[in-house]
């Protein structure tokens, strides 16, 4: 009688123990053979387009970066200023300042040796002497575009240079009187000769009267 209650109990225990082992295998098989999740699709377009704005194509790039001038002002030009050759350029800041200057195309520049002086003193005012100060711009004097900024000189000849813009005179290049030069080196940078402050609505009237980069180009090309 107790071998048997032996028997019957081991044959139970390897009964449970083999179905154990079967759903241990269904729960291993089972987990093997279900599907992996769906991993989210990779757009190539929108891969492209990144790369497109991160890595611009090298072909489209200028062969040499923007200055500085072209990268913060606005240049037009003034060409033949109340004389003809007298082509002058105004850089305009998005904050209304206008930094004035001699074109290249400039008469003076094709005198032989190029400007050699330059005198700020005009009439019975000297605009070097003109000192500006505050945020008010105390001292600012009021020039009219037609108002004389300086007198150029060459071996030559002499040339005014004038505003060709409405507003107050903030400041001269008072560098070139030691420094002539500059306006034959760099005359749209180091060389320019004032800076003037026009009001906005004034603006709008000056702007009218100035030519855009390539409308002074296609007008200097056809002469």
């Known amino acids: 009688m ?18 154990d082992r079967t759903a241990h295998s269904g729960s ?7 599907p ?5 699709e990779y757009s190539v377009t929108e891969d492209e387009e990144l790369k497109r ?9 200028p062969l040499t970066p923007p200055s500085a001038i072209q990268s913060n002002f606005v ?14 350029y105004v850089h305009r800041h998005p904050n209304g300042l206008c930094v004035i200057g001699l074109a290249p195309t400039h008469v003076a520049f094709k005198d032989k040796g190029g400007i050699t002086d330059v005198d700020f003193n005009i009439g019975k005012s000297d605009r070097s002497g003109i000192k500006v100060t505050g945020k008010r711009k105390k001292n600012a004097q009021h020039f ?13 000849d002499s ?19 030691k420094k002539p030069e500059l306006l034959n080196l760099s ?15 004034d603006w709008h009237k000056i702007k009218a009267s100035l030519l855009g980069f390539e409308e002074f180009q296609k007008l200097r090309e056809a002469d």
């Open 2 to 19: 107790n071998e048997k209650i032996v028997d019957d109990t081991n044959s139970r225990q390897g009964a449970d123990q083999n179905n």
């Open 187 to 201: 005359a749209e940078r180091e060389g320019y000769i004032a800076i003037i402050m026009p009001k906005p609505a």
């Open 75 to 88: 240049t037009y030009f003034a060409p033949d200023f109340m004389k003809p050759g007298h082509d002058q």
């Open 159 to 177: 040339y005014i240079v004038r505003c060709c813009v409405k507003g107050s005179l903030l400041e001269v290049n008072e560098g070139l009187i």
């Open 144 to 156: 009219e575009s037609n108002t004389a900024l300086c007198k150029v000189c060459t071996s030559d």
């Open 53 to 61: 704005l991160l890595l611009p194509n090298v072909h489209d790039l």
């Open 36 to 40: 992996t999740q769906p991993q989210p």
């Open 28 to 34: 291993c098989s089972s987990s093997k053979s279900s």
